[in-house]
């Protein structure tokens, strides 16, 4: 009973302690999760340290109240406590900080993140294929429209013209970041402290998308919404993993979050997912709203597509099919008074002690192009499948493509393959720049017997180049019928 009643009134010591602190990332310290103690790991000890200096001990010193402050509120109090005893009693203790961003300093760091502009999507190839990010989004992204003050990175949308020579003519900027060839990871706690004004077509997100397209375009190499939000109803979001075969065989899995009476995404709230090789979950503060684990990569071993390395996006849209009115356009009110915030506290990245390796893939995806052709390129495990029904009559009416593969002038790179066909024919294999030059240029007679082959390729310059299967009206193939080309094991390798 003396216990209890001790038990009781520590309690009660302990919730009417609430230390508020300023909200800035400026005072972050260690930025290790639960790590109360600063002592670059977080376990029991920072428990009784946190414990002991919520009642005022003497001997209490709480080295870093931000790695304390679990409930992301800028204050420490009894609830902050229990999410530090549940996150450590959870066996979720051996979590340990990889990457991160306080934004600490006065500009954006370039060696953490890169600017993606523009308003088009486009290929491997630098080629514009499609205006609106590929959802009717009605921003320019610019490097002016994002920037860090006080521990903060901002990213702004603003209703101003903008007019760009190739792309047009735009009438509202914002800014998109990423860390894509900077920083990517497999598995994994990512989380972020963010919040963002609304207003109807806002479309704040943070997301990741695949650093190689290992299973093919978007989005058979999948896609992990980490947060997306509905300018028009602040007060839920959405987290969401894409996959299935490339678009449009793509499909999705989502959960909804719904924020309790009187919040919204206006407030600072901590977006999170944890990534293990066969499941990720979502959390709000802390909380899990959803989990998911039935995803696949059309002609690819589960867990694929997320068995890969992704790296980060953070965006603020305008307009497009996600909250733009009639699924376009953006809603000028929303700018009357100025432009719309989504600021971001910090970005982490933690390993949880049971991260896993990508899982190696044994022959490069190859991409689909036909002209005048009917055909189809079917990515599997170890290789690639092309069922041709009709060549056309151009030679490159039907090919595999591997795009956009950076080169160094001088060096050595090495092309090999295994091929066989159901009907004997020819097959021409090129390395091409963008002007069609050809670095390789080789025309071979492939048999149903499985033949390898290898060729070194070097180049005179720094460029970009493709490198083309070409299967179509080679050497009379448009008289065969229908007839399959198999290529597996395909390397590329310097």
């Given amino acids: 009973m003396i216990k209890n009643i001790i038990a009781l009134l520590s309690f009660a010591a302990l919730a009417v302690s609430v230390i508020p602190f ?47 402050d679990l409930c992301s509120d800028g204050r420490l109090d009894i609830f902050d406590l229990c999410l530090m005893k549940s996150l450590y009693f959870s066996g979720s203790n051996d979590m340990r900080l990889i990457w991160n961003d306080e934004f600490d300093g006065d500009s954006i760091d370039r060696t953490k993140w890169a600017y993606e502009l523009g308003n088009w999507k486009l290929d491997a190839d630098g080629n514009y294929i499609t205006n609106g990010w590929g959802n ?72 990741m998308l695949p650093e190689n397209s290992l299973y093919g375009g978007w989005a058979a190499s999948g896609e992990i919404d980490i947060m997306e939000g509905w300018g028009s109803t602040p007060d839920k979001i959405c987290g969401t993993i894409h996959f299935g075969d490339v678009w449009p065989g793509n499909t999705y899995l989502t959960g909804n979050y719904e924020f309790t009476q009187g919040d919204s995404t206006e407030n600072w709230h901590t977006y999170a997912v ?74 982490r990245v933690y390993d949880m002690g049971n991260s896993f390796s990508p899982t190696p893939v044994t022959s490069l995806p190859l991409e689909s192009y036909t002209e005048g052709a009917d055909a189809t390129v079917t990515n599997r495990d170890g290789g690639t499948v092309i069922t041709i029904a009709g060549t056309g009559s151009l030679e490159y009416g039907v090919m595999g493509l591997i795009r956009g593969e950076n080169v160094l002038s001088g060096k050595t790179y090495t092309l090999s393959f295994d091929v ?17 030059n050809r670095y390789l240029d080789k025309k071979l007679i492939i048999t149903p017997e499985k033949t390898h082959y290898s060729f070194d390729v070097v180049f005179g310059t720094d460029m970009t ?23 597996s094991n395909i390397e590329w390798v310097s």
């Fill in 274 to 347: 944890e990534w293990d090789s066969d499941q990720i979950r979502w959390y709000v503060d802390d909380n899990l709203y959803s989990t998911q684990s039935d995803w696949y990569s059309n002609g690819h071993k589960y867990p694929a597509p997320f068995d890969q390395n992704f790296y980060l996006i953070l965006n603020l849209a305008v307009g497009g099919h996600f909250d733009g009115v009639d699924g376009i356009y953006a809603d000028p009110s929303v700018f009357a008074d100025g432009e719309r915030d989504f600021e971001i506290d910090y970005v």
């Fill in 136 to 207: 009717n989004e009605q921003e320019f992204y610019t490097d002016s429209n994002a920037s860090v003050h006080d521990g903060v990175l901002t990213i702004s949308a603003r209703k101003e013209h903008y007019s760009d020579p190739v792309q047009g003519d735009y009438e509202y900027t914002s800014a998109r970041l990423s860390t894509q060839h900077l920083f990517s990871v497999c598995g994994g706690r990512i989380e972020v402290r963010a919040r963002c004004d609304s207003g109807k077509s806002l479309w704040p997100a943070i997301w």
């Fill in 465 to 487: 180049a493709d490198l083309k299967f070409q299967l179509g009206n080679i050497d009379g193939a448009a008289s065969l019928g229908e007839h399959t080309v198999t290529l």
């Fill in 420 to 436: 066989c066909s159901d009907v004997a024919r020819s097959m021409i294999v090129t390395a091409e720049d963008m002007e069609y």
């Fill in 22 to 68: 300023s909200a800035t990332a400026s005072d972050a310290g260690t930025s290790l999760r639960g790590d109360a103690n600063s002592d670059g790991s977080f376990d029991i000890a920072d428990i009784v340290t946190f414990q002991k200096w919520l009642l005022a001990a003497p001997d209490a010193d709480l080295a870093d109240w931000k790695a304390a």
